[in-house]
């Protein structure tokens, strides 16, 4: 997996809970109050999803817990 996909992975497997995409670009150091901006790494963390990891909930959070 590239590194950008296993830093952005490693973040939501490190969380204590489900995180939303926001969270995740905080922490990556992203502008965040323009959602546009965060849509590249909304990919990123949905892209695994197919592979059944992470897991994404109803409401749109991602969480490394079942």
């Known amino acids: ?3 950008d996909y ?12 489900p995180v939303k995409t926001k969270n995740v670009g905080a ?3 992203l ?3 323009v959602r ?10 949905t892209k695994p999803v197919g592979r059944g990891w992470p897991r994404k909930l109803p409401d749109e959070r991602f969480t490394a817990h079942l």
């Open 1 to 3: 997996m590239p590194p």
């Open 6 to 17: 296993q830093r952005v992975l490693a973040i939501v497997r490190q969380a204590d809970g």
């Open 27 to 29: 922490v990556l150091g």
């Open 31 to 33: 502008e965040t109050v």
């Open 36 to 45: 546009g901006r965060l849509e590249p790494l909304r990919g990123r963390l």
